[in-house]
């Protein structure tokens, strides 16, 4: 079942107390961000608003059409995945929920599964080892066996990494009956851009948070 959605607000923090103690800093917010391509880029304001309403108080969908994990182009106005995640990991307060959406623009580019293991774990590096964070797998009608291959790859390099998970967006699209899709093969219908949502959510929900500091 789909997930309903509703937006909140964000509640502002409370005046410090004037202590002689030395006090701790601000508690940072509840933060999320996510990582994607035209299809992050098309349900940001769905994934934005089913986010908010799970509690985080700080939500930053960076969707990009074309994007690519780690192949830019500048003077195409193109960034890669790798360059927008070193840029918010030297944020500060660094975000405590990743999701990483890539890997359609790079399905049938490279060789093997061996080569996109390398790209994922290229991805990864850049972002905090501790950070609890889930990537949502890859489908496209025209690259369906190289999507297949970048997904093995995707679940043996998370099944390394602590506190990760995989939100199986190939699965829900492959199924006949699912029609999520538009005529593309690629990109999702209005309905599909709810199950990509929910898809986020419920990959996140079995994470476990970080602590905020």
């Not at 509690?55 to 969908?61: A, W």
């Not at 074309?66 to 890669?80: F, T």
């Not at 699965?171 to 093969?185: F, I, K, V, Y």
Request: charged residues 20%; contains cysteine.
């Amino acid at each position: 079942m789909l997930t309903a959605l509703a937006a909140s607000t964000v509640g502002a923090y409370g005046a410090r107390p004037a202590l002689a103690l030395p006090l701790l800093p601000p508690r940072p917010p509840k933060s999320f961000v996510m990582i994607g391509d035209s299809i992050t880029a098309g349900a940001q304001r769905t994934v934005t608003a089913l986010m908010s309403r799970s509690g985080f108080s700080s939500v930053i969908v960076n969707g990009q059409n074309s994007r690519r994990i780690d192949v830019g182009n500048r003077k195409r106005g193109l960034v890669a995945g790798t360059e927008v995640a070193s840029y918010v990991a030297a944020s500060h307060p660094s975000p405590l929920v990743w999701v990483i959406a890539l890997g359609t623009n790079d399905a049938g580019i490279y060789r093997d599964g061996a080569a996109y293991a390398d790209l994922i774990e290229h991805m990864l590096s850049v972002v905090p080892s501790t950070a609890p964070l889930a990537w949502i797998n890859t489908y496209r009608r025209d690259q369906l066996r190289s999507c297949e291959i970048l997904n093995v790859a995707l679940n043996d390099v998370l099944a390394k990494r602590r506190n990760s998970a995989v939100g199986n967006w190939f699965e829900q699209c492959a199924l006949p009956e699912s029609r999520l899709l538009s005529s593309d093969g690629v990109h999702p219908n209005p309905r599909g851009v709810l199950a990509f949502a929910d898809t986020v959510a419920s990959a996140v929900a079995v994470l476990r948070p970080r602590r905020e500091r």
